[in-house]
């Protein structure tokens, strides 16, 4: 664990505010980052981020010190948006999870010079990499977005998630199938694209 990390753990274990204030500005916006991307939504996310802290506080005294605290967040976040998309789902609420190739198609409309059809086939990626997600299990959707969107590594993910590494590479895998099955019918348009 980061050193600082270590040291503002220790005091707001024993009841330093300052310290706790300091791992809250340290780690929000990561946080925050984890939470809209399995939400979609900016506001739930930060409901989920508040909710967060709140466990993150009140479990403070079971984080094992040896242990990942930005690692042990990214856990507590994870639960706390799954709890929220459940309890969402429950209310009839649709949350459609955000882009998560937003940047990607961005890309592409500013590299292939915005030609109108480039631009209808990049919404239509965009679209249907939205259905995509939509369609994985809240579990698949979060360790793709943790490997592909977070850069972590398996041993990471498998901590975030409470996975074994055969377990978490396997949620990879599946999420990773889907999405390339489901943009299948897309390859041939890019590939006619790039050619002209």
Same mark, same amino acid.
């Given at each position: 664990?980061?050193?600082?990390? *270590?040291?503002?753990?220790?005091? *707001? ?6 310290? !706790?204030?300091?791992?809250?500005? @340290?780690?929000?916006?990561?946080? !925050? ?21 709140? =466990?993150?506080? *009140?479990?403070?005294?079971? /984080?094992?010190?040896?242990?990942? !605290? @930005? +690692?042990?967040? +990214?856990? #507590?976040? #994870?639960?706390?948006? #799954?709890?929220? &998309?459940?309890?969402? =789902? @429950? ?25 109108? %059809? ?8 965009? *679209?249907?990499? %939205?259905? +995509? ?7 698949? @959707?979060?360790? !793709? ?11 990471? #993910?498998?901590?975030?998630?409470? &996975?074994?590494?055969?377990? +978490?590479?396997?949620?990879? /895998?599946?999420?990773?199938? =889907? ?6 019918? /897309? ?10």
């Amino acid at each position: 664990m980061d050193e600082s990390d *270590a040291t503002a753990v220790a005091g *707001a274990r024993h009841g330093d505010r300052e310290a !706790f204030r300091l791992l809250v500005e @340290r780690h929000s916006r990561y946080l !925050f980052h984890v939470a809209y991307r399995l939400t979609g939504n900016a506001e739930d996310a930060q409901d989920v981020v508040q909710d967060s802290w709140l =466990k993150a506080h *009140a479990r403070l005294g079971r /984080f094992e010190s040896r242990a990942n !605290f @930005r +690692t042990w967040l +990214t856990r #507590i976040v #994870i639960n706390c948006a #799954i709890d929220h &998309l459940r309890a969402a =789902k @429950r209310r009839e609420t649709n949350h459609a999870p955000v882009d998560l190739e937003l940047e990607a198609v961005n890309t592409w409309t500013t590299v292939l010079q915005v030609d109108p %059809d480039r631009l209808v086939l990049a919404g239509e990626i965009g *679209a249907r990499v %939205d259905q +995509t997600l939509l369609r994985l299990t809240t579990l698949e @959707r979060a360790a !793709f977005m943790l490997r592909h969107i977070e850069g972590m590594s398996i041993d990471e #993910i498998g901590a975030a998630l409470g &996975l074994n590494p055969s377990a +978490t590479k396997h949620s990879i /895998f599946r999420a990773v199938r =889907k999405m390339r099955a489901a943009l299948a019918p /897309f390859k041939e348009g890019v590939t006619c694209l790039r050619s002209r």
